[in-house]
T-cell receptor, first 116, second 111 residues
Framework: DTGVSQDPRHKITKRGQNVTFRCDPI?????LYWYRQTLGQGPEFLTY????????KSRLLSDRFSAERPKGSFSTLEIQRTEQGDSAMYLC??????????????FGPGTRLTVL | RKEVEQDPGPFNVPEGATVAFNCTYS??????FFWYRQDCRKEPKLLMS???SGNEDGRFTAQLNRASQYISLLIRDSKLSDSATYLC????????????FGKGTMLLVSP
């Protein structure tokens, strides 16, 4: 399977715990994105990387959230001191670097987080 | 005003019907436009890009009106398998690669 993969697919945690999610992009894609989606909403952008550099962060990404892509391949998203409002689907996507307007992003299956 | 607005639906149509979804966007500098399809509890998947000249892919036709900042998707001869949420997606000006999604329009096709 050469698509975007995410692990775990589901995570249930108690409020206050830390969680970490992993994303493996399509191998030839330089850009990697994290989005969050809650019920009844479209995905909302959190942050993105070009290779190992984190180029943009949304104001949605509070201090409790941190993302890394240390070797420019897989990425991790960590949420510290989880809150019930963090319950959502966390989606990872990847794309080529080119600025071709029609280049788009391909999404992984997501990690569904439930904070009790 | 939200950046990308869609009617959430649901649109309930019988098999074989033609259905149209509309979307408006607020950023006039937006450069690229897409329709994604999302099945229940699954990830969004690219359905088609949207070009100013309009484009067609089988039963699906997408149109873009830059002057009105309006995007449409037409589905002809609806199939049961078309039941899903259709997300209108906008990509910003060159150099801005993030996608802005609408809330999605739910389509339910019944026998």
């Amino acid at each position: 399977d050469t698509g975007v993969s995410q692990d775990p697919r589901h995570k249930i945690t108690k409020r206050g715990q830390n969680v970490t999610f992993r994303c493996d992009p399509i191998s030839e894609h330089n850009r990697l994105y994290w989005y969050r989606q809650t019920l009844g909403q479209g995905p909302e952008f959190l942050t993105y990387f070009q290779n190992e550099a984190q180029l943009e962060k949304s104001r949605l990404l509070s201090d409790r959230f941190s993302a890394e892509r240390p070797k420019g391949s897989f990425s991790t998203l960590e949420i510290q001191r989880t809150e019930q409002g963090d319950s959502a689907m966390y989606l990872c996507a990847s794309s080529h670097t080119s600025e071709n307007p029609t280049d788009t992003q391909y999404f992984g299956p997501g990690t569904r987080l439930t904070v009790l | 005003r939200k950046e990308v607005e869609q009617d959430p639906g649901p649109f309930n149509v019988p098999e074989g019907a033609t259905v149209a979804f509309n979307c408006t966007y607020s950023n006039s500098a937006s450069q690229s436009f897409f329709w994604y399809r999302q099945d229940c509890r699954k990830e969004p998947k690219l359905l088609m890009s949207v070009y100013s000249s309009g484009n067609e892919d089988g039963r699906f036709t997408a149109q873009l009106n830059r002057a009105s900042q309006y995007i449409s998707l037409l589905i002809r001869d609806s199939k049961l398998s078309d039941s899903a949420t259709y997300l209108c997606v906008v990509k910003g000006a060159p150099g801005y690669s993030t996608l802005t999604f609408g809330k999605g329009t739910m389509l339910l096709v019944s026998p």
